[in-house]
């Protein structure tokens, strides 16, 4: 399969504990996306990257949220100090930046997170 | 800053009928569209995109989409709706960086 994986599917924590996530973009994807969806809304934009530069981080990304993508490949996204709030299903995504605006974004399976 | 809205949280249609589930869009800008299907515990799936002065766009397992500039709409379409449609559908736009900018989603339920 050679589409967008993650890992893990399924994360139950507790609240205050840390969690990592990690996601595997298409080989050839420059650009990997994180999104988080509630339930009940539509996916939200958390912050992108282009190869290993973190290019744009949405204010919905606390300080508590930290995400890398070392030598342009994989990503993890981590959670510090869960709070219930952050209970969600955490989306990768990933495209192809040939300088068009179309190219269109494949999803990964997503993490579901729940924080008791 | 560009948004979408999807007025409908559910629409119900008979196995066999058209189908439409509606997206209007507010853009500064050229619109760049797209709608994504996600299936109950999976990742959303791409099903179309919107290309500059193509007002019906075709995508994959038979749907389509009208873009009407006027209404600035982005309505997806379906001649005949199969049970295997069933799922939450998602409109979005091409934001700043190429980040999308989602609806809340339409539940599909198409009944037998």
């Known amino acids: 399969d050679t589409g967008v994986s993650q890992d893990p599917r399924h994360k139950i924590t507790k609240r205050g504990q840390n969690v990592t996530f990690r996601c595997d973009p298409i080989s050839e994807h420059n650009r990997l996306y994180w999104y988080r969806q509630t339930l009940g809304q539509g996916p939200e934009f958390l912050t992108y990257f282009q190869n290993e530069a973190q290019l744009e981080k949405s204010r919905l990304l606390s300080d508590r949220f930290s995400a890398e993508r070392p030598k342009g490949s994989f990503s993890t996204l981590e959670i510090q100090r869960t709070e219930q709030g952050d209970s969600a299903m955490y989306l990768c995504?990933?495209?192809?930046?040939?300088?068009?605006?179309?190219?269109?974004?494949?999803f990964g399976p997503g993490t579901r997170l729940t924080v008791l | 800053a560009q948004s979408v809205a999807q007025p409908e949280d559910q629409v119900n249609v008979a196995e066999g009928n058209p189908l439409t589930v509606k997206c209007t869009y507010s853009?500064?800008?050229?619109?760049?569209l797209f709608w994504y299907v996600q299936y109950p515990n999976r990742g959303l799936q791409f099903l179309l995109k919107y290309i500059t002065g193509d007002n019906l766009v075709k995508g994959s397992y038979g749907f389509e989409a009208e873009f009407n500039k006027s209404q600035t709409s982005f309505h997806l379409k379906k001649p005949s709706a199969l049970v295997s449609d069933s799922a939450l559908y998602f409109c979005a736009v091409r934001d700043s960086g190429n980040k999308l900018v989602f609806g809340a989603g339409t539940i599909l339920r198409v009944k037998s």
């Open positions: 995504a990933s495209s192809i930046n040939s300088g068009s605006p179309l190219n269109e974004q494949f």
């Open positions: 853009v500064s800008g050229n619109p760049y």
